[in-house]
């Protein structure tokens, strides 16, 4: 870790994410006691990052709902989440956690002085743990993945990181997989929770938005929603409107910086394009809405007649949660194999995979044909309403795990 601050340091020079990860920290033992209120208890949440803190929200909101009494510290490792999270009703202090070092982790443990800790789903800092435990403080992860890859299970080298994850006092674990391979390492204390992502985003379907020209845009039109797209999509997309004239479009690229922006809007523009942020009361014959900003992709969706999510042709497919939420058909690419409800709306026919070397219309078809089933919106909602629950089982019992622990 030691080599990491070191680095980070030198980063700093030249990279703005880096200068507001060493600036967050300037000084933190004094803002951190300044926040604090000293005769109220406290709950500490951690997430590494904006990401990781979308999937802990539900678990939040239900934390502070039901646990008035207590101070919610909401810490973050990386600035995406520190200087983006937009929750600030939902916890009293908001703070950067500093380096997983013994000395500033015993002094974060003694500060914050925490009933009970979350770590959200896979970001695991030993020296922390191990000053949090001294202190007898409940630890809890949670929902976490696990796989037969990581260093917890491999045979050399892991005895340090495997007695990290046996100092927490329950770990929430969101598949059968992740159950069986902690029991591997006679992990004992696991319990099967579910993905708290999905009762996010079902949240989302209820919450009011539209826009002002849906009715004429989408008017005897297919929607496709394509969601965090890269080059790839976007070239498989430009094909898919030369061959099919009854298609309309809402895109939502992965980069949104200006120039990106430009060159999509110029990819588009001879079907009629629109920025969802320039949008009129009323539109011509324009076929395409450009997403230029963030935030909002999560409730475009519900426009949708079929979704397309991007990052399958690269490292690796982005969320297919928040549009699965308004039961969406949906198409992506090869490189999903790590996520696994992507692997589940696969196996249930409510997606299909991308092949580069197939017409993206003929996957359309396809998805159109199997949308078409007379089962298909029941089985989809049903696999969704077995999705969810997740956030309200892990808030019941760390509530349960604080009471046993103040009789304790």
């Known amino acids: 870790m030691r080599l990491y601050l070191l680095g980070i340091h030198l980063a700093a020079l030249g990279s703005k994410k880096a200068r507001l ?6 000084n933190w033992r ?3 006691e300044a926040k604090l209120d000293p005769n109220r208890p406290v709950i500490l949440v951690h997430a590494s990052s904006l990401g990781e803190m979308e999937q802990g929200l539900p678990i939040l909101q239900n934390l502070r709902s039901q646990l008035k009494e207590h101070q919610i510290v909401l810490s973050f490792f990386s600035p995406s989440g520190y200087e983006n999270f937009s929750g600030t009703e939902l ?7 500093p380096i997983d070092l013994p000395g500033a982790a015993q002094d974060f443990a003694r500060i914050v002085n925490p009933d009970l800790a979350l770590f959200v789903k896979y970001d695991i800092w030993p020296n922390h743990l191990k000053a949090l435990e001294k202190l007898n403080s409940i630890l809890i992860l949670a929902p976490a993945v696990f796989r037969d890859n990581q260093i917890y299970f491999k045979r050399l080298g892991a005895t340090f990181f495997r007695n990290a994850l046996h100092r927490f006092h329950q770990i929430f674990v969101q598949n059968q997989d992740s159950l069986e391979l902690l029991a591997k390492i006679d992990y004992q204390k696991a319990t099967l929770c579910g993905d708290s ?3 996010r985003a079902m949240d989302n379907t209820h919450k009011a938005f539209s826009l002002p020209i849906a009715q004429s845009f989408f008017d005897d039109k297919i929607c496709l929603v394509a969601g965090s797209t890269w080059p790839k999509e976007e070239e498989l997309i430009e ?3 030369q061959a099919r004239k009854n298609l309309c479009l809402i895109i939502a690229p992965h980069d949104v910086n200006e120039a990106n922006l430009k060159r999509i809007a110029k990819m588009f523009s001879k079907w009629g394009l629109l920025r969802l942020s320039q949008l009129p009361q009323e539109h011509q014959a324009e076929k395409v809405i450009l997403v230029d900003g963030i935030g909002q992709l999560k409730f475009l969706y519900r426009y949708a007649d079929l979704a397309l999510i991007g990052g399958g042709f690269g490292k690796g497919i982005h969320s297919t949660v928040e549009a699965a939420a308004y039961r969406t058909p949906l198409l992506f690419g090869p490189n999903h194999h790590k996520f696994m409800e992507a692997q589940e709306l696969l196996e249930n026919g ?8 197939r017409r993206l219309s003929d996957s359309i078809d396809e998805l159109l044909k199997l949308k078409s089933a007379a089962d298909f919106e029941t089985r989809y909602k049903g696999y969704l309403e077995e999705k969810t629950g997740a956030s309200q089982k892990i808030a019941n019992s760390i509530k349960e795990l604080l009471i046993e622990g103040s009789h304790g």
């Open 21 to 26: 990860w060493v600036s967050g920290r300037r």
């Open 239 to 241: 094909s898919l409107f």
């Open 91 to 97: 916890c009293d202090v908001k703070c950067y956690l």
């Open 30 to 32: 004094n803002k951190l």
């Open 197 to 199: 992502r999905f009762d």
């Open 350 to 357: 409510f997606a299909i995979e991308l092949d580069a070397r």
